[in-house]
Protein backbone atom coordinates (compact mmCIF):
# COMPACT_ATOMS: atom_id res chain seq x y z
CA UNK A 1 0.00 0.00 0.00
CA UNK A 2 1.60 3.34 -1.16
CA UNK A 3 2.31 5.64 1.56
CA UNK A 4 3.97 9.55 1.59
CA UNK A 5 5.72 10.86 4.21
CA UNK A 6 6.73 14.51 3.79
CA UNK A 7 10.02 15.59 5.91
CA UNK A 8 11.84 19.28 6.09
CA UNK A 9 13.27 21.66 8.73
CA UNK A 10 10.49 23.05 10.81
CA UNK A 11 11.54 26.20 11.07
CA UNK A 12 12.67 28.92 7.93
CA UNK A 13 13.96 32.51 7.97
CA UNK A 14 11.61 35.37 6.73
CA UNK A 15 13.12 35.81 2.68
CA UNK A 16 15.00 32.59 2.75
CA UNK A 17 14.24 29.47 0.96
CA UNK A 18 11.41 26.64 2.34
CA UNK A 19 12.32 23.18 1.28
CA UNK A 20 10.69 19.78 1.63
CA UNK A 21 10.58 16.68 0.43
CA UNK A 22 7.80 13.78 0.19
CA UNK A 23 9.14 10.57 0.03
CA UNK A 24 7.07 7.73 -1.67
CA UNK A 25 7.28 4.01 -0.61
CA UNK A 26 5.15 0.91 -1.21
CA UNK A 27 4.56 2.06 -5.07
CA UNK A 28 6.24 4.11 -7.78
CA UNK A 29 6.49 7.64 -8.12
CA UNK A 30 6.47 6.88 -11.97
CA UNK A 31 2.88 6.24 -13.04
CA UNK A 32 0.96 9.59 -11.10
CA UNK A 33 0.63 13.45 -10.42
CA UNK A 34 1.91 14.61 -7.93
CA UNK A 35 0.56 17.48 -6.01
CA UNK A 36 1.77 20.12 -2.73
CA UNK A 37 -0.86 21.62 -1.13
CA UNK A 38 -0.93 23.38 2.21
CA UNK A 39 -2.63 24.73 5.40
CA UNK A 40 -1.89 27.80 7.60
CA UNK A 41 -3.41 27.99 11.11
CA UNK A 42 -6.81 28.56 11.30
CA UNK A 43 -7.12 28.44 7.44
CA UNK A 44 -8.27 26.68 4.20
CA UNK A 45 -6.18 24.17 2.06
CA UNK A 46 -4.73 25.78 -0.72
CA UNK A 47 -3.14 23.69 -4.06
CA UNK A 48 0.58 24.89 -4.74
CA UNK A 49 0.59 23.40 -8.12
CA UNK A 50 1.39 19.71 -9.22
CA UNK A 51 4.13 17.88 -11.28
CA UNK A 52 4.67 14.58 -13.51
CA UNK A 53 7.56 12.54 -13.77
CA UNK A 54 8.62 13.53 -16.91
CA UNK A 55 9.04 17.04 -14.76
CA UNK A 56 5.99 18.22 -16.67
CA UNK A 57 4.55 21.26 -13.84
CA UNK A 58 1.65 23.49 -13.27
CA UNK A 59 1.49 25.68 -10.49
CA UNK A 60 -1.10 27.85 -8.45
CA UNK A 61 -0.97 31.38 -9.80
CA UNK A 62 -0.69 32.97 -6.93
CA UNK A 63 2.67 31.38 -6.04
CA UNK A 64 4.13 30.69 -9.61
CA UNK A 65 7.01 33.07 -9.02
CA UNK A 66 7.95 31.79 -5.83
CA UNK A 67 7.40 27.79 -6.83
CA UNK A 68 9.80 24.96 -8.12
CA UNK A 69 8.74 21.07 -7.89
CA UNK A 70 10.72 18.56 -9.27
CA UNK A 71 10.94 14.38 -8.78
CA UNK A 72 13.90 12.34 -8.19
CA UNK A 73 12.49 9.08 -9.41
CA UNK A 74 15.62 7.63 -8.48
CA UNK A 75 14.99 7.85 -4.56
CA UNK A 76 10.94 7.77 -5.69
CA UNK A 77 11.03 11.30 -4.01
CA UNK A 78 9.30 14.96 -4.72
CA UNK A 79 10.49 18.04 -3.77
CA UNK A 80 8.78 21.76 -2.95
CA UNK A 81 11.00 24.52 -2.76
CA UNK A 82 9.09 28.15 -1.97
CA UNK A 83 11.43 31.24 -2.67
CA UNK A 84 11.57 34.54 -0.32
CA UNK A 85 8.75 33.09 2.58
CA UNK A 86 7.30 35.48 4.75
CA UNK A 87 4.96 34.63 8.17
CA UNK A 88 1.92 34.06 5.26
CA UNK A 89 3.47 30.40 4.41
CA UNK A 90 3.83 29.24 7.60
CA UNK A 91 1.55 26.49 7.17
CA UNK A 92 1.57 22.35 7.34
CA UNK A 93 2.57 20.99 4.10
CA UNK A 94 0.86 17.97 2.34
CA UNK A 95 1.68 15.92 -0.55
CA UNK A 96 -0.62 14.11 -2.19
CA UNK A 97 -1.50 11.75 -4.82
CA UNK A 98 -3.80 12.86 -8.33
CA UNK A 99 -6.04 10.42 -8.94
CA UNK A 100 -6.47 8.62 -12.02
CA UNK A 101 -9.29 10.95 -13.36
CA UNK A 102 -6.93 13.73 -12.88
CA UNK A 103 -9.48 15.55 -10.88
CA UNK A 104 -8.84 14.80 -7.12
CA UNK A 105 -6.34 13.61 -4.28
CA UNK A 106 -6.77 10.03 -3.32
CA UNK A 107 -3.92 9.74 -1.12
CA UNK A 108 -2.18 12.32 1.02
CA UNK A 109 0.95 12.59 3.33
CA UNK A 110 0.97 13.30 7.37
CA UNK A 111 1.71 16.52 6.76
CA UNK A 112 4.67 18.74 7.76
CA UNK A 113 4.44 21.81 10.14
CA UNK A 114 6.69 24.85 8.37
CA UNK A 115 6.90 28.22 10.69
CA UNK A 116 8.66 30.88 9.29
CA UNK A 117 10.42 33.07 11.88
CA UNK A 118 13.42 35.24 12.69
CA UNK B 1 -9.65 32.61 -10.57
CA UNK B 2 -12.39 30.28 -9.98
CA UNK B 3 -13.69 30.84 -6.85
CA UNK B 4 -15.87 27.67 -4.41
CA UNK B 5 -17.71 29.53 -1.45
CA UNK B 6 -18.89 26.63 1.44
CA UNK B 7 -20.59 28.54 4.18
CA UNK B 8 -18.39 28.76 7.38
CA UNK B 9 -20.43 26.48 9.89
CA UNK B 10 -23.08 24.17 9.93
CA UNK B 11 -24.86 22.67 12.98
CA UNK B 12 -26.86 19.52 13.51
CA UNK B 13 -27.84 17.40 15.95
CA UNK B 14 -26.87 13.61 16.16
CA UNK B 15 -29.08 11.72 13.94
CA UNK B 16 -30.31 14.29 11.78
CA UNK B 17 -29.18 15.21 8.57
CA UNK B 18 -26.40 18.19 7.38
CA UNK B 19 -26.02 19.40 4.06
CA UNK B 20 -23.00 21.53 2.99
CA UNK B 21 -23.10 23.20 -0.09
CA UNK B 22 -20.15 24.30 -2.41
CA UNK B 23 -21.26 27.14 -4.57
CA UNK B 24 -19.41 28.28 -8.30
CA UNK B 25 -19.90 29.15 -11.78
CA UNK B 26 -21.23 26.03 -13.82
CA UNK B 27 -20.05 23.99 -11.17
CA UNK B 28 -22.26 21.20 -12.53
CA UNK B 29 -20.07 21.04 -15.37
CA UNK B 30 -17.40 19.67 -13.48
CA UNK B 31 -16.15 17.07 -11.31
CA UNK B 32 -16.81 17.73 -7.17
CA UNK B 33 -14.68 16.48 -4.43
CA UNK B 34 -15.37 16.20 -0.64
CA UNK B 35 -13.06 16.05 1.80
CA UNK B 36 -13.48 15.18 5.55
CA UNK B 37 -10.40 17.01 7.87
CA UNK B 38 -10.06 16.56 11.23
CA UNK B 39 -7.34 18.72 13.86
CA UNK B 40 -4.09 16.78 13.19
CA UNK B 41 -4.77 14.57 10.53
CA UNK B 42 -4.63 14.52 6.99
CA UNK B 43 -7.79 15.01 4.67
CA UNK B 44 -10.15 12.06 3.70
CA UNK B 45 -12.01 11.66 0.58
CA UNK B 46 -15.92 11.54 1.38
CA UNK B 47 -17.16 11.86 -1.93
CA UNK B 48 -15.22 12.11 -4.99
CA UNK B 49 -16.74 12.52 -8.92
CA UNK B 50 -19.91 14.64 -7.62
CA UNK B 51 -21.70 11.88 -5.87
CA UNK B 52 -19.21 8.39 -5.62
CA UNK B 53 -17.87 7.08 -1.98
CA UNK B 54 -14.59 5.64 -1.62
CA UNK B 55 -14.60 2.15 -0.42
CA UNK B 56 -14.56 2.11 3.85
CA UNK B 57 -16.65 5.45 3.71
CA UNK B 58 -20.21 4.88 4.92
CA UNK B 59 -23.24 5.32 3.55
CA UNK B 60 -24.41 8.20 5.32
CA UNK B 61 -22.17 10.49 3.28
CA UNK B 62 -23.91 11.40 -0.21
CA UNK B 63 -22.65 14.46 -2.53
CA UNK B 64 -24.85 15.79 -5.83
CA UNK B 65 -24.06 18.42 -7.85
CA UNK B 66 -25.99 20.66 -10.37
CA UNK B 67 -26.05 24.28 -12.06
CA UNK B 68 -23.84 26.06 -9.67
CA UNK B 69 -23.84 24.43 -6.46
CA UNK B 70 -22.73 20.94 -4.92
CA UNK B 71 -23.48 19.72 -1.89
CA UNK B 72 -22.73 17.13 0.79
CA UNK B 73 -25.40 15.49 2.83
CA UNK B 74 -24.79 13.41 5.86
CA UNK B 75 -27.34 11.77 7.11
CA UNK B 76 -27.69 10.28 10.49
CA UNK B 77 -25.17 12.58 11.89
CA UNK B 78 -22.96 10.73 14.65
CA UNK B 79 -20.75 13.13 16.73
CA UNK B 80 -17.08 11.18 14.74
CA UNK B 81 -18.31 13.29 12.00
CA UNK B 82 -17.63 16.71 13.37
CA UNK B 83 -14.80 18.24 10.94
CA UNK B 84 -14.20 20.86 8.86
CA UNK B 85 -15.67 19.65 5.30
CA UNK B 86 -14.00 21.24 1.82
CA UNK B 87 -15.32 20.99 -1.93
CA UNK B 88 -12.76 20.65 -4.28
CA UNK B 89 -12.60 20.69 -8.54
CA UNK B 90 -10.60 20.99 -11.50
CA UNK B 91 -10.48 24.31 -13.21
CA UNK B 92 -8.59 25.95 -16.09
CA UNK B 93 -5.72 22.99 -15.05
CA UNK B 94 -5.27 24.25 -11.62
CA UNK B 95 -7.06 22.26 -8.52
CA UNK B 96 -9.58 24.76 -6.19
CA UNK B 97 -10.82 23.90 -2.75
CA UNK B 98 -14.03 25.68 -1.63
CA UNK B 99 -13.56 27.82 1.63
CA UNK B 100 -14.07 24.64 4.10
CA UNK B 101 -16.96 24.28 6.19
CA UNK B 102 -16.58 23.12 10.06
CA UNK B 103 -19.81 20.93 11.14
CA UNK B 104 -20.59 20.94 14.13
CA UNK B 105 -22.97 17.56 16.33
CA UNK B 106 -24.33 19.69 18.96
Known amino acids: QMQLQESGPGLVKPSETLSLTCTVS????????WSWIRQPPGKGLEWIGYIYNSGSTNYNPSLKSRVTMSVDTSKNQLSLNLRSVTAADTAVYYC????????????WGRGAQATVSS | SYELTQPPSVSVSPGQAASITCSGD??????VCWYQKKPGQSPVVVIY???KRPSGIPERFSGSNSGNTATLTISGTQAMDEADYYCQAWDSSTYVFGTGTKVTVL
Open chain 2, 49 to 51: QDN
Open chain 1, 26 to 33: GGSIRSYY
Open chain 1, 96 to 107: ARVAGDGQNFDL
Open chain 2, 26 to 31: NLGEKF
